[in-house]
């Protein structure tokens, strides 16, 4: 297979695949019933295939224990991105997300048990999970944890998974390596902030760039922004999962977008949409004014 394209993520000088693999889908029951057998055949296709960025999360059940069972012998091959806030000890069940908690003690406790699960003594990112405010930051003593752990060498790098309304202040704040932040042409609120982010020198990992697959699946409200939005005459010989992933990587600020499966066969699909790279200006182009006409611009 050929070389993934890869990008520099901003001033941490990793060199990240533009596709990265999200380890949601292998939480486990209740939510997705994905075996163990099907969890280390997923993990091993990815960096088979070429991947070298992997974000995981202790909100996402076992997947942790599974990137350390499985392929904690390959951690040479990829770069391990984790969150921190989260409960310690548990998981998201029945689709309830459990509280989050940004203070010393549980960021700290939460960093040493992802070391723990995943078999490995460093994290390549750490990042901030719930778009908690600067105030939750400073005030919980999380932000000082987090960069203590850093120092220590426990964690190489820090960032953030950012939404509106803190999302601006936590660019301001200065102390992020890496801001992760959801985007799609179904979801184009975060456009302009993707880009103020990448001129602070901060890496850009972009999440849902597939929009869950509610085109493709014809359901949901991404089928209907979609369906107003119509834009299936622009496909041409790509699916629509194909158009909204190369549509993704067609922002200019973005250096890897993270894709979740359980399946090796859209692996596959996803890694040879990626090889076909952005989308042509002109189609981009068109597709942002269709999108915008109806009303799926990028906020101001």
Known sequence: MPDLPKRQLGRTGLRVTTLGYGAMELRGAPRRNVSDAEAERILNA???????????????????????????????????????????????????????????????????QSLRRMKTDYLDLVQFHASPSRATLEQDG??????????????????????????????????????????????????????????????????????????????????????????????????????????????PDLDTTIVGTASPEHLGDNVEALLKGPLPSDVYEEAQRRLAAAGLAPSS
């Not at 103020?196 to 493709?216: D, L, Q």
Request: overall charge negative; glycine content about 12%; hydrophobic content about 40%.
């Open 46 to 112: 990815a960096l088979d295939a070429g991947i070298n960025y992997i974000d995981t999360s202790i909100d996402y059940g076992v997947a942790e224990e599974r990137i350390g069972n499985y392929i904690s012998h390959r951690r040479s091959e990829y770069y391990l991105a984790s969150k921190c806030g989260c409960a310690v000890g548990g998981s998201i069940e029945d689709g309830a997300r459990l509280p989050h908690v940004f203070t010393r003690e549980n960021v700290v406790a939460g960093v040493e």
């Open 142 to 251: 999380g932000l000082e944890a987090l960069l203590d752990l850093q120092r220590q060498g426990m964690v190489r790098f820090i960032g953030i998974s950012g939404t509106v309304p803190h999302l601006q202040e936590q660019i301001e704040m200065g102390v992020f390596d890496v801001f992760q932040i959801p985007y799609s042409a179904m979801q184009r609120e975060h456009e302009h902030l993707i880009s103020e982010a990448s001129g602070t020198g901060a890496g850009i990992v972009v999440r849902g760039g597939v929009a869950r697959g509610g085109p493709a699946n014809e359901a949901g409200e991404a089928w209907d922004k979609w369906q107003r939005a119509e834009i299936d005459d622009l496909l041409g010989d790509m699916s629509r999962m194909e158009f909204l992933l190369r549509f993704t990587i067609s922002h």
